[in-house]
């Protein structure tokens, strides 16, 4: 395949006569067509397994299998794929039964190249009209943002369909997923497409910023209103007025501030700090996080009247390993992008290394696969990408979720400041900066009790 042609349309052409599947492919070739070829069932699905198919071409009756079944055994790897089958039978009853489960069209042998071409297009084009397998750069019926996005399974698809319906209403919307989903890329889908889209845009991160500095950084504050504060300054709230606010990781948010945002939320205005003078906002509120805030919430370390405030419109992106799909189209959007950057001329993935893709689950999802993929551009001396290049594959070897690990981490700097304050929750909280109340939440979060340190 050729650098330019990352996004050539890819036919599946099957059929156990060798010479059908020559001129098949030399036709399809000649219109510009990537071209996988199987004799067989199995190699078939193979294929299917290691590549996104735009379209099936498939013989009825094959020594191993009925075209129509192996139809039906794709369709299980790649939802709504399109298949023309061909027949040397040419008999009213295959080809109904074709039509009925689900083929797009059928051809009899020996078929004219021409009108395969013309069917292969048809069937294209109404496969992209009904089910909308459309490339990454032709969703047309979305902003230009959600261009950024490659959604090929039914699982992404039916989030952004969901987001763009809701993107045109004010509510507040939550947006829950495991770390590396795209979060704050679907955040800023649904502001491209409301009617804010011409305001600003502000997110911020609940986990990047200390404590202390949190309520400053959100509302401003005045010339001295404390230690350090030597000018004026505007806060983030402010300079979100009449577009979005995105709190990415909400439920790091500690509990004395949910309460300050809560009542933001509500009255739509607010005092920077060490000013008696008023700030009205408005605002739509977008918010993240990869915890279970419904847990959270239930386990009191989360504020239940913020969480129904900012939970009313929930949305739910699904981890790379259950959009298997969506791995080999990203894969190779990428290659493309990391090769143009590095000037290399990297031509496709090989077959074993899509393979070792399909394989993985994928803890830090797409983040992770595009990192997987900038590695190997960088280390690629070849034009094939070969599964030596594919870091972090095995499950053995493979690195620990961020989130995992930041739980992790978190427990044993607990456990550690309880057993050198002898269980002291005053003096832990203290040496760890902490409210009082804050460091009790996180201990009931990982399920810590002090006495237990005491007796040691």
């Known amino acids: 395949?050729?650098?330019?042609?990352?996004?050539?349309?890819?036919?599946?052409?099957?059929?156990?006569?060798?010479?059908?599947?020559r001129v098949i492919g030399m036709r399809l070739k000649a219109n510009g067509y990537c071209v996988l070829s199987a004799s067989d069932s199995r190699k078939a699905i193979d294929l299917a397994e290691q590549n996104y198919i735009d379209l099936a071409v498939i013989d009825y009756k094959l020594n191993d299998d009925n075209g129509v079944d192996l139809m039906e055994k794709l369709r299980d790897l790649q939802p709504l794929l399109p298949a023309i089958i061909l027949t040397?039978?040419?008999?009213?009853?295959?080809?109904?039964?074709?039509?009925?489960?689900?083929?797009?069209?059928?051809?009899?042998?020996?078929?004219?190249?021409?009108?395969?071409?013309?069917?292969?297009?048809?069937?294209?084009?109404?496969?992209?009209?009904l089910n909308g397998r459309y490339p990454p750069d032709e969703q047309h019926n979305h902003p230009a943002f959600f261009s950024r996005i490659i959604a090929r399974s039914r699982e992404m698809k039916s989030v952004l369909a969901k987001v763009v319906q809701v993107a045109v209403t004010d509510s507040n919307v939550y947006i829950e997923g495991e770390s590396g989903t795209g979060k704050e890329l679907i955040a800023r889908c649904l502001h491209a497409a409301s009617p804010r889209k011409n305001g600003p845009f502000i997110a911020i991160n609940c986990a990047a910023i200390p404590e202390n500095l949190l309520e400053s950084e959100l509302l401003g504050y005045e010339k001295g209103a404390f230690?350090?504060?030597?000018?004026?300054?505007?806060g983030l709230f402010a300079r979100a007025h009449g577009g979005s606010f995105f709190f990415d990781e909400?439920?790091?948010?500690?509990?004395?501030?949910?309460?300050?945002?809560?009542?933001?939320?509500?009255?739509?205005?607010?005092?920077?700090?060490?000013?008696?003078?008023?700030?009205?906002?408005?605002?739509?509120i977008i918010a993240a996080s990869n915890s279970n805030l419904d847990k959270l919430m239930h386990d009191r370390l989360f504020r239940e009247d913020l969480y129904y405030r900012i939970h009313v419109i929930p949305i739910v992106l699904p981890p790379l390993r259950r959009r298997k799909e969506d791995i080999l189209p990203l894969a190779r959007h990428f290659l493309a992008g990391f090769s143009k950057e590095a000037k290399k001329?990297?031509?496709?993935?090989?077959?074993?290394?899509?393979?070792?893709?399909?394989?993985?689950?994928?803890?830090?999802?797409?983040?992770?696969?595009?990192?997987?993929?900038?590695?190997?551009?960088?280390?690629?001396?070849?034009?094939?990408?070969?599964?030596?290049?594919?870091?972090?594959?095995?499950?053995?070897?493979?690195?620990?979720?961020l989130r995992h690990a930041r739980d992790n981490f978190e427990k044993e700097y607990l456990t550690q400041l309880l057993e050198?304050?002898?269980?002291?929750?005053?003096?832990?909280?203290?040496?760890?900066?902490?409210?009082?109340?804050?460091?009790?939440?996180?201990?009931?979060?990982?399920?810590?009790?002090?006495?237990?340190?005491?007796?040691?």
Not at 425 to 445: C, P
Request: with cysteine.
């Open 88 to 129: 040397a039978y040419g008999t009213i009853g295959s080809a109904v039964n074709a039509m009925e489960r689900g083929a797009c069209n059928y051809l009899t042998k020996p078929f004219d190249g021409d009108e395969l071409i013309r069917q292969i297009e048809n069937c294209l084009e109404k496969s992209r009209m």
């Open 345 to 401: 001329n990297l031509r496709d993935i090989s077959p074993d290394a899509l393979r070792k893709l399909m394989a993985y689950d994928w803890p830090g999802n797409v983040r992770e696969l595009e990192n997987s993929m900038e590695y190997a551009v960088a280390m690629a001396e070849g034009e094939i990408i070969t599964p030596d290049l594919i870091a972090c594959m095995s499950g053995e070897e493979s690195i620990q979720p």
């Open 250 to 284: 909400l439920s790091e948010l500690p509990l004395s501030m949910q309460a300050k945002l809560l009542r933001i939320l509500e009255e739509r205005e607010f005092y920077p700090l060490g000013s008696n003078r008023k700030v009205k906002v408005d605002v739509r």
């Open 420 to 456: 050198l304050n002898q269980g002291n929750v005053s003096q832990a909280a203290k040496a760890a900066g902490k409210y009082r109340a804050d460091f009790y939440a996180l201990l009931r979060k990982h399920g810590l009790n002090p006495t237990e340190f005491r007796e040691k």
């Open 1 to 21: 395949m050729k650098q330019t042609d990352f996004n050539a349309k890819t036919i599946l052409a099957i059929d156990d006569d060798a010479s059908i599947l």
């Open 227 to 234: 230690t350090g504060a030597d000018g004026r300054r505007e």
